[in-house]
Protein backbone atom coordinates (compact mmCIF):
# COMPACT_ATOMS: atom_id res chain seq x y z
CA UNK A 1 0.00 0.00 0.00
CA UNK A 2 1.24 3.53 -1.43
CA UNK A 3 0.25 6.69 0.78
CA UNK A 4 1.62 9.51 -1.71
CA UNK A 5 1.54 13.40 -0.23
CA UNK A 6 3.16 16.47 -0.68
CA UNK A 7 4.34 18.46 2.50
CA UNK A 8 2.16 21.62 2.15
CA UNK A 9 4.50 23.50 4.88
CA UNK A 10 7.33 23.55 2.20
CA UNK A 11 5.31 25.36 0.09
CA UNK A 12 5.14 25.46 -4.01
CA UNK A 13 7.78 23.37 -5.21
CA UNK A 14 8.15 21.81 -1.71
CA UNK A 15 8.81 17.83 -1.28
CA UNK A 16 6.58 15.27 -1.51
CA UNK A 17 6.47 11.84 1.08
CA UNK A 18 4.81 8.22 0.55
CA UNK A 19 4.47 6.01 3.15
CA UNK A 20 4.64 2.10 1.94
CA UNK A 21 3.28 -0.85 4.00
CA UNK A 22 4.19 -3.68 3.99
CA UNK A 23 1.07 -5.11 4.77
CA UNK A 24 -2.00 -3.19 6.24
CA UNK A 25 -2.62 -6.35 8.59
CA UNK A 26 -1.40 -6.71 12.10
CA UNK A 27 -2.24 -7.84 15.64
CA UNK A 28 -1.51 -5.96 18.76
CA UNK A 29 1.91 -6.46 20.07
CA UNK A 30 3.03 -7.29 16.18
CA UNK A 31 4.71 -4.61 14.18
CA UNK A 32 3.48 -2.18 10.67
CA UNK A 33 6.59 -2.29 8.91
CA UNK A 34 7.29 0.57 5.81
CA UNK A 35 9.44 2.49 4.38
CA UNK A 36 9.09 6.33 4.14
CA UNK A 37 10.10 7.44 0.76
CA UNK A 38 11.08 11.43 0.66
CA UNK A 39 11.25 13.35 -3.01
CA UNK A 40 13.15 16.24 -2.64
CA UNK A 41 11.26 19.63 -4.31
CA UNK A 42 13.34 22.43 -5.84
CA UNK A 43 15.29 23.77 -2.85
CA UNK A 44 16.83 22.18 0.05
CA UNK A 45 14.75 21.81 3.03
CA UNK A 46 15.32 21.16 7.08
CA UNK A 47 13.22 18.14 8.15
CA UNK A 48 13.59 17.84 12.60
CA UNK A 49 12.05 14.76 12.62
CA UNK A 50 9.62 12.15 11.07
CA UNK A 51 7.55 9.78 13.28
CA UNK A 52 4.45 7.71 12.58
CA UNK A 53 1.45 7.74 14.69
CA UNK A 54 -1.64 5.19 15.45
CA UNK A 55 -4.89 7.51 15.74
CA UNK A 56 -8.77 6.94 15.63
CA UNK A 57 -11.84 8.96 16.93
CA UNK A 58 -12.98 8.59 20.34
CA UNK A 59 -16.18 9.21 21.53
CA UNK A 60 -16.27 12.14 24.57
CA UNK A 61 -18.51 13.73 27.08
CA UNK A 62 -18.52 17.30 28.03
CA UNK A 63 -21.90 17.82 30.70
CA UNK A 64 -24.63 16.80 28.62
CA UNK A 65 -22.63 17.58 24.88
CA UNK A 66 -21.21 14.03 23.33
CA UNK A 67 -18.85 14.13 20.55
CA UNK A 68 -16.12 13.12 18.97
CA UNK A 69 -12.34 13.51 18.59
CA UNK A 70 -9.42 12.57 17.31
CA UNK A 71 -6.90 10.76 19.54
CA UNK A 72 -3.94 9.93 18.76
CA UNK A 73 -2.56 7.15 21.00
CA UNK A 74 0.73 5.86 19.86
CA UNK A 75 4.02 7.56 18.25
CA UNK A 76 7.55 5.89 16.49
CA UNK A 77 10.21 7.97 15.24
CA UNK A 78 11.55 7.11 12.20
CA UNK A 79 14.49 9.56 11.99
CA UNK A 80 15.53 12.76 13.22
CA UNK A 81 16.78 15.51 11.82
CA UNK A 82 18.50 15.80 8.21
CA UNK A 83 18.49 18.32 5.39
CA UNK A 84 17.05 16.87 2.20
CA UNK A 85 18.39 18.41 -1.04
CA UNK A 86 17.00 19.86 -4.14
CA UNK A 87 16.13 16.44 -5.61
CA UNK A 88 17.41 14.23 -3.27
CA UNK A 89 15.39 11.28 -2.52
CA UNK A 90 15.68 8.95 1.05
CA UNK A 91 14.06 5.56 1.69
CA UNK A 92 13.69 5.38 5.53
CA UNK A 93 12.23 2.27 6.38
CA UNK A 94 10.37 1.72 9.89
CA UNK A 95 9.36 -1.26 12.11
CA UNK A 96 6.28 -0.03 13.98
CA UNK A 97 5.86 -1.79 17.41
CA UNK A 98 1.94 -1.92 17.69
CA UNK A 99 0.53 -1.61 21.75
CA UNK A 100 -1.18 -4.94 23.19
CA UNK A 101 -4.09 -2.56 23.82
CA UNK A 102 -4.47 -0.98 20.23
CA UNK A 103 -8.18 -1.29 19.65
CA UNK A 104 -9.55 -4.14 17.28
CA UNK A 105 -10.46 -2.99 13.84
CA UNK A 106 -10.87 -6.19 11.81
CA UNK A 107 -12.06 -9.77 13.02
CA UNK A 108 -14.17 -13.14 11.85
CA UNK A 109 -12.66 -11.99 8.53
CA UNK A 110 -14.00 -8.88 7.91
CA UNK A 111 -13.60 -5.19 9.37
CA UNK A 112 -15.24 -4.39 12.49
CA UNK A 113 -18.19 -1.42 12.34
CA UNK A 114 -17.80 1.66 13.85
CA UNK A 115 -13.98 1.64 14.87
CA UNK A 116 -11.26 2.46 12.72
CA UNK A 117 -7.51 3.22 13.02
CA UNK A 118 -5.34 4.88 10.80
CA UNK A 119 -1.52 5.28 10.61
CA UNK A 120 -0.67 8.73 9.76
CA UNK A 121 3.10 10.18 9.10
CA UNK A 122 4.01 13.34 10.37
CA UNK A 123 7.09 15.50 9.37
CA UNK A 124 8.18 18.05 12.25
CA UNK A 125 9.23 21.41 10.59
CA UNK A 126 10.08 24.21 13.14
CA UNK A 127 9.05 22.22 15.92
CA UNK A 128 5.15 21.90 14.32
CA UNK A 129 4.25 18.26 12.66
CA UNK A 130 3.03 19.01 9.24
CA UNK A 131 0.18 16.32 9.48
CA UNK A 132 -0.72 13.62 7.07
CA UNK A 133 -4.14 12.05 6.55
CA UNK A 134 -5.05 8.71 8.80
CA UNK A 135 -4.18 5.64 6.30
CA UNK A 136 -6.16 2.42 7.68
CA UNK A 137 -4.82 0.01 9.23
CA UNK A 138 -6.62 -3.39 10.43
CA UNK A 139 -5.63 -4.66 13.83
CA UNK A 140 -6.83 -8.30 14.11
CA UNK A 141 -7.38 -9.44 17.78
CA UNK A 142 -5.32 -11.32 20.10
CA UNK A 143 -5.78 -15.68 19.64
CA UNK A 144 -7.30 -15.42 23.23
CA UNK A 145 -9.55 -12.12 21.99
CA UNK A 146 -10.57 -14.34 19.42
CA UNK A 147 -11.81 -17.01 20.60
CA UNK A 148 -14.16 -14.98 23.13
CA UNK A 149 -15.14 -13.37 20.00
CA UNK A 150 -16.13 -16.63 18.34
CA UNK A 151 -17.58 -17.59 21.45
CA UNK A 152 -20.42 -15.16 21.38
CA UNK A 153 -21.12 -15.91 17.66
CA UNK A 154 -21.57 -19.14 18.15
CA UNK A 155 -24.13 -18.58 21.47
CA UNK A 156 -26.20 -16.65 19.08
CA UNK A 157 -25.08 -13.02 19.54
CA UNK A 158 -24.94 -10.89 16.75
CA UNK A 159 -22.49 -8.33 16.50
CA UNK A 160 -24.27 -4.88 16.77
CA UNK A 161 -20.93 -2.00 16.38
CA UNK A 162 -17.96 -0.82 18.57
CA UNK A 163 -16.68 2.08 19.43
CA UNK A 164 -13.98 3.93 21.06
CA UNK A 165 -14.80 6.00 24.48
CA UNK A 166 -12.94 8.60 26.86
CA UNK A 167 -12.67 6.90 30.23
CA UNK A 168 -10.96 4.36 32.70
CA UNK A 169 -12.36 0.64 32.96
CA UNK A 170 -11.85 0.77 36.83
CA UNK A 171 -9.66 -2.18 38.26
CA UNK A 172 -7.52 -3.00 35.20
CA UNK A 173 -4.17 -1.60 34.05
CA UNK A 174 -5.63 0.39 31.23
CA UNK A 175 -2.70 2.22 29.13
CA UNK A 176 -4.50 4.81 26.90
CA UNK A 177 -7.73 7.30 28.19
CA UNK A 178 -9.85 5.88 26.18
CA UNK A 179 -11.44 1.89 25.57
CA UNK A 180 -12.81 -0.09 23.31
CA UNK A 181 -16.90 -1.12 23.36
CA UNK A 182 -17.63 -4.27 21.36
CA UNK A 183 -21.47 -4.29 20.65
CA UNK A 184 -23.45 -7.66 20.69
CA UNK A 185 -27.25 -7.62 20.17
CA UNK A 186 -28.53 -10.81 22.50
CA UNK A 187 -29.06 -14.09 21.79
CA UNK A 188 -32.66 -15.70 21.55
CA UNK A 189 -31.54 -17.18 24.80
CA UNK A 190 -31.48 -13.86 26.55
CA UNK A 191 -33.56 -11.45 24.41
CA UNK A 192 -36.54 -10.99 26.54
CA UNK A 193 -34.02 -9.41 29.42
CA UNK A 194 -30.94 -8.17 27.63
CA UNK A 195 -30.86 -5.13 25.34
CA UNK A 196 -27.15 -5.40 24.38
CA UNK A 197 -23.92 -6.72 25.76
CA UNK A 198 -20.82 -5.16 25.41
CA UNK A 199 -17.40 -6.65 26.01
CA UNK A 200 -14.27 -4.66 26.28
CA UNK A 201 -10.94 -5.85 26.98
CA UNK A 202 -7.64 -4.76 28.75
CA UNK A 203 -4.86 -6.56 27.21
CA UNK A 204 -1.40 -7.37 28.93
CA UNK A 205 1.75 -9.52 27.91
CA UNK A 206 0.27 -12.77 30.64
CA UNK A 207 -3.45 -12.20 29.53
CA UNK A 208 -6.55 -10.15 29.08
CA UNK A 209 -9.20 -8.80 31.44
CA UNK A 210 -12.33 -9.09 30.11
CA UNK A 211 -15.31 -6.81 31.16
CA UNK A 212 -18.72 -7.54 29.85
CA UNK A 213 -21.38 -5.12 30.58
CA UNK A 214 -25.13 -5.87 30.19
CA UNK A 215 -27.78 -3.56 29.09
CA UNK A 216 -30.98 -5.24 30.80
CA UNK A 217 -34.46 -4.22 29.89
CA UNK A 218 -36.79 -3.25 32.50
CA UNK A 219 -40.06 -4.59 33.37
CA UNK A 220 -43.33 -3.43 34.15
CA UNK A 221 -42.27 -2.21 37.73
CA UNK A 222 -38.41 -2.09 36.91
CA UNK A 223 -35.90 0.63 35.67
CA UNK A 224 -33.53 -1.10 33.06
CA UNK A 225 -30.23 -1.34 34.57
CA UNK A 226 -26.56 -2.06 33.61
CA UNK A 227 -24.49 -4.46 35.27
CA UNK A 228 -21.03 -6.33 34.68
CA UNK A 229 -18.50 -8.35 35.10
CA UNK A 230 -14.75 -8.58 34.78
CA UNK A 231 -12.48 -11.55 34.28
CA UNK A 232 -9.08 -13.06 33.71
CA UNK A 233 -8.53 -15.04 30.76
CA UNK A 234 -4.36 -15.92 30.08
CA UNK A 235 -2.56 -16.39 26.74
CA UNK A 236 -1.60 -19.45 27.72
CA UNK A 237 -5.53 -21.34 28.31
CA UNK A 238 -6.07 -20.11 24.32
CA UNK A 239 -6.33 -24.10 23.61
CA UNK A 240 -7.45 -25.54 26.59
CA UNK A 241 -10.67 -24.23 27.18
CA UNK A 242 -13.79 -24.35 25.52
CA UNK A 243 -14.52 -20.88 24.89
CA UNK A 244 -18.31 -21.57 24.19
CA UNK A 245 -18.82 -23.33 27.29
CA UNK A 246 -16.75 -20.12 29.16
CA UNK A 247 -18.69 -17.15 27.80
CA UNK A 248 -21.85 -18.93 28.36
CA UNK A 249 -21.09 -19.41 32.18
CA UNK A 250 -19.92 -16.30 32.46
CA UNK A 251 -23.60 -14.70 31.06
CA UNK A 252 -25.47 -16.65 33.21
CA UNK A 253 -23.40 -16.92 36.12
CA UNK A 254 -23.78 -12.95 35.80
CA UNK A 255 -27.91 -12.80 35.56
CA UNK A 256 -28.43 -15.24 38.40
CA UNK A 257 -26.28 -13.92 40.89
CA UNK A 258 -27.83 -10.55 40.48
CA UNK A 259 -31.24 -11.91 40.28
CA UNK A 260 -30.91 -14.31 43.36
CA UNK A 261 -28.66 -11.72 45.36
CA UNK A 262 -30.60 -8.54 44.89
CA UNK A 263 -34.16 -9.76 43.81
CA UNK A 264 -33.50 -8.05 40.39
CA UNK A 265 -30.01 -6.20 39.17
CA UNK A 266 -27.58 -4.19 40.94
CA UNK A 267 -26.37 -1.19 39.48
CA UNK A 268 -22.50 -1.61 39.07
CA UNK A 269 -20.62 0.87 36.62
CA UNK A 270 -16.93 0.48 35.81
CA UNK A 271 -16.24 3.37 33.41
CA UNK A 272 -14.45 6.18 35.54
CA UNK A 273 -14.19 8.83 33.31
CA UNK A 274 -18.11 8.90 33.28
CA UNK A 275 -19.60 10.50 35.74
CA UNK A 276 -22.91 8.09 36.06
CA UNK A 277 -20.71 5.29 36.67
CA UNK A 278 -19.17 4.41 40.26
CA UNK A 279 -17.31 1.45 41.67
CA UNK A 280 -17.61 -2.41 41.67
CA UNK A 281 -20.00 -4.01 43.96
CA UNK A 282 -21.14 -7.18 45.57
CA UNK A 283 -23.11 -8.71 42.66
CA UNK A 284 -19.74 -8.14 40.29
CA UNK A 285 -17.82 -9.80 43.21
CA UNK A 286 -19.54 -12.96 43.59
CA UNK A 287 -19.96 -13.39 40.08
CA UNK A 288 -16.19 -12.88 39.53
CA UNK A 289 -15.39 -15.99 42.15
CA UNK A 290 -18.20 -17.74 40.70
CA UNK A 291 -16.92 -17.53 37.04
CA UNK A 292 -13.64 -18.50 38.34
CA UNK A 293 -14.17 -21.42 40.27
CA UNK A 294 -16.31 -22.95 37.21
CA UNK A 295 -13.38 -22.53 34.66
CA UNK A 296 -10.34 -23.40 37.09
CA UNK A 297 -8.68 -20.50 35.69
CA UNK A 298 -10.28 -17.33 35.87
CA UNK A 299 -10.95 -15.12 38.72
CA UNK A 300 -13.24 -11.79 39.17
CA UNK A 301 -11.65 -8.78 40.47
CA UNK A 302 -12.03 -9.00 44.90
CA UNK A 303 -13.77 -5.88 45.32
CA UNK A 304 -12.54 -3.28 49.20
CA UNK A 305 -16.28 -3.08 48.94
CA UNK A 306 -17.45 -6.63 49.91
CA UNK A 307 -15.84 -6.27 53.85
CA UNK A 308 -18.24 -3.00 54.65
CA UNK A 309 -21.26 -4.34 52.95
CA UNK A 310 -21.23 -7.53 54.74
CA UNK A 311 -20.05 -5.38 57.65
CA UNK A 312 -23.00 -3.64 57.77
CA UNK A 313 -25.70 -6.94 57.40
CA UNK A 314 -26.43 -7.83 60.36
CA UNK A 315 -28.22 -11.20 59.10
Known sequence: ?????????????????????????????????????????????????????????????????EGTA?????R???TGAFRLGAGE???????????????????????????????????VIDHAP??????????????????ILEAFARLGFALKHTD?????????????????????????RYAHE????????VADHEGVDVIIEFDRRG??????????????????DVDRVDWAAQVDGWIAQALERHRGLFGGYGHHGYHGGHGHHGGGGLGETVLGIAGGLAAGFVAGEIIDEIGDMLEGDDD
Not at 70 to 74: I, K, L, R, S, Y
Request: glycine content about 12%; overall charge negative; proline content about 9%.
Open 76 to 78: FPV
Open 219 to 236: GLFTEGQDLYGRFRAAHA
Open 130 to 147: DKGDLDPVLIHPLPVQDR
Open 1 to 65: MVFKRLLMAFGVGGPSLDTVLRSPHTRPGEFLEGVVELSGGDHEVFIEEIAVCLASAVEVEAGDV
Open 164 to 188: LEHGHLAGTAQQFPFFQEIEFHPSP
Open 89 to 123: RHSIPFRYPVPLQAPITAARGGPLPGTGVGLRTDV
Open 70 to 74: GVEFA
Open 194 to 201: INEVEVSF
